[in-house]
């Protein structure tokens, strides 16, 4: 009697097998109370890893109590605020999913180059930073009535450039149009920009995978899911 895999159990064995690259050591996260952030977090705590989130003052932890994670309590904007998370533990790697919302403050400059400045005062080596497709097009500031978008890639663009040149070992990832969704266990992370969109807990299960994969450092890479629908073709 032949077995035939179903195309569900062909993608279960898949999503396993991208899982079971583990890192053995502590992960601090940025930005990890929800979407992207929250999804690396997850598919570590499966993975027994231990993680420290770092939270706002007003964040919502709620999907955090269950994961068994740790918390410091901070402002990525505030340098000391970073710094003082870095000396919560021993980490191995970090992660910075940062991101805001209109009207706020952005943290996407100031606070990763905290994060990328304390990383090294620490000699935390490796870092995952969560950009965006579209960054590193142009370095030139958007002019007058460019639009909020155009200043977000700017700002993102200085804040890649700023971890590169950090000398540590980075992984920039720069993902397709981002939905609200579950992981498919079917995303990718390459070398060359492709339109596409992807679930954020999908993406967060790539990060989770690529802290310990050695075909990531120091590279950017773009993340999407082939089984998703192209943002302009839904």
Partial sequence: ???????????????????????????????????????AVQKLRAMDVPVTVFVRPTSDLSRLESLGVATVVGDAL???????AFAAGEFKAV?????????????????????????????????????????????????????FMAEVLYIKTLAEDDLIASGLNYTIIRPGGLRRGEA?????????????????????????????????????LYAWDPALPAPEEE
Avoid at 7 to 28: I, K, R, T, Y
Avoid at 78 to 84: G, P, R, S
Avoid at 191 to 216: F, K, M, N, P
């Fill in 184 to 220: 498919t266990g079917t995303g990718v992370l390459k070398d060359y920009e492709a339109a596409g969109a992807i679930d954020r807990q999908e993406l967060g299960r790539l990060v989770a995978g690529a802290l310990d994969d050695a075909s990531t450092h120091r590279k950017i």
């Fill in 78 to 84: 505030n340098a000391d605020d970073v710094t003082n």
């Fill in 95 to 147: 992660i910075s999913s940062l991101g805001g919302r209109r009207g706020e403050p952005r943290p996407d400059l100031i606070g990763n180059k905290n994060i990328t400045a304390a990383a090294k005062a620490e000699g935390v080596g490796r870092l995952i930073q969560i950009s965006s497709m579209g960054v590193g097009t142009t370095r030139e500031p958007p002019g007058e009535g460019a639009g």
């Fill in 1 to 39: 009697m032949k077995f035939k895999w179903s195309s569900m159990a062909l993608a279960a064995l898949f999503f396993a097998a991208n899982v079971a690259q583990a890192v053995d050591g502590p992960v601090l996260v940025f930005g990890g109370t929800s979407g992207t952030g929250l999804g």
